[in-house]
């Protein structure tokens, strides 16, 4: 596969943002997060994008990884962003976790989990968020 396209890419919008950022390297972390760890390439792509935005301390870099989903369309183990409520809350089967429970929107509804050392805000039950 080729990973120059997208570490091109990944370089102008760096660039656009006042910093240098080589093509090389970024392609080479491409390359190992898809061939080495299995990670997706839209997934490995964001995981760059993250990375460099946080060695250069940039805002507003992120890509497409921001659109909204919803639930029916999300597959397993893809991050994404979605709009949901809280529809139930279920007491904690172990210490590890701090909340348990399911969201729903319009299209469906999953199970989440919030794990304790997390330390996350707590989840009202019937109240909407976005993750």
Do not use: C
């Amino acid at each position: 596969m080729d990973y120059s396209d997208t570490a091109d890419r990944i370089s102008q919008k760096v660039k656009a943002k006042g910093h240098e950022a080589d093509p090389a390297k970024i392609e080479g972390k491409l390359r190992r997060l898809v061939e080495e760890f299995g990670v997706p390439p839209a997934e490995a792509e964001r995981t760059v994008m993250s990375e460099i935005a946080r060695e250069f301390s940039l805002n507003g870099l992120g890509t497409a990884a921001g659109e909204e989903k919803s639930l029916n369309s999300l597959l397993p183990g893809e991050w994404a962003t979605v709009e949901v409520k809280v529809v139930s809350l279920t007491s904690a089967p172990s210490p590890a976790i701090a909340q348990s429970g399911i969201l729903a929107d319009t299209t469906g509804a999953i199970r989440f989990v919030v794990w304790t050392k997390a330390n996350a805000p707590i989840l009202e039950d019937g109240k909407w968020y976005r993750f």
